[in-house]
C-alpha cells in the first residue's frame, strides 16, 4: 500500500519564468557586451520556447548566454534561478510518478551539493521527506508482523498526515486499521493463553515433572484467563 502515483504536488514555476522573459524582452537596458538586436532576441525568445515545452536544460543555456550580455540584470537572473530549479523540479516529479520516493530525495541532495537549496526546493525536500516516511509507515500496515507493529506503523503516519495536511486522504483508512490492531491484540492474547495451555499440559505428562514449571505455568494460565474475562 505505498504512496499512489501521480500525485503531481509539485509546481513548476513556468508562468512565472515567462513573465520574467517577457519583462526581458521589453528591455533589458543597455548592453554591457555589444550583440546583434536579432541574436538577443533569439536567445530570449528560444528560451522562452524551451520553457513551454519544458526543455529547462536548453532554456537554462540559453539564459546563461544571455546573462553574459546582461551581466547586471536582476530579472535575468531571478529567470536562471527558477529554471535552476526546475529542472531538478521536473526529475524529483518523474520519481514521484514513478512511485520511486528514494530517487526523489536523491536528486534533491545531489541540488545540495551544487549550491544551497532556494525556498522552493527547501519547501520540496520536506515534502519528499513526509511523503518517505508516510509511505514507510503504510507499508508497515500493509503487512504487520503483530499488533504492535500495527500501532506504532499508524501512529507514526497519523503524526506525518499532522505535520503534512495534503495527506488526509489516508486518515479514513487509518481508522480502519485501528480496528484490524485491536482484533488482532484479541487473537494474540487467545492464542498466548492457548500455547500456555498446551506448555502446561505437556508439562504434567512429562515423566519427570517439573513442579516449580506447573506451578508458574497454571499461574499464568489463572491470570491470562482473568484479563480476558
Known amino acids: ?6 500525485m ?6 513556468y508562468l512565472m519564468t515567462i513573465i520574467f522573459c517577457t519583462v526581458l524582452l521589453c528591455g533589458c537596458g543597455q548592453d554591457s557586451i555589444p550583440e546583434p538586436p536579432l541574436e538577443k532576441n533569439r536567445l530570449l525568445i528560444d528560451a522562452m520556447r524551451n520553457i513551454r515545452k519544458q526543455k529547462h536544460g536548453l532554456a537554462l543555456a540559453r539564459l546563461k548566454k544571455l ?11 531571478a529567470v536562471i534561478g527558477i529554471e535552476y530549479d526546475n529542472i531538478f523540479v521536473q526529475k524529483i516529479q518523474s520519481g514521484v510518478d514513478q512511485g520511486n520516493l528514494k530517487a526523489a530525495l536523491l536528486i534533491i541532495k545531489r541540488a545540495e551539493k551544487i549550491k544551497p537549496l532556494s525556498p522552493s526546493l527547501l519547501k520540496i525536500k520536506q515534502e519528499l521527506l513526509h511523503l518517505n516516511a508516510l509511505n514507510n509507515a503504510l507499508l508497515a500496515i500493509e503487512n504487520p508482523s503483530s499488533s504492535t507493529v500495527l500501532n506504532d506503523a499508524i501512529k507514526q503516519a497519523r503524526q506525518v498526515i499532522k505535520e ?32 500456555l495451555v498446551s506448555d502446561l499440559k505437556i508439562e504434567k505428562n512429562r515423566s519427570k515433572t517439573d513442579r516449580k514449571l506447573v506451578e508458574i505455568l497454571a499461574a499464568q494460565v489463572e491470570v491470562e484467563h482473568a484479563e480476558s474475562q
Request: proline share 5%.
Open 1 to 6: 500500500m505505498a504512496i499512489k502515483k501521480n
Open 8 to 13: 503531481g504536488i509539485f509546481t513548476q514555476c
Open 67 to 77: 546573462k553574459i550580455i546582461y551581466p547586471d540584470n536582476q530579472h535575468l537572473a
Open 164 to 195: 503534512f495536511p495534503v495527506a488526509q486522504s489516508y486518515l479514513p483508512l487509518l481508522d480502519k486499521y485501528d480496528q484490524l490492531a485491536a482484533q488482532m491484540a484479541v487473537d494474540e492474547a487467545k492464542n498466548a493463553r492457548l500455547d
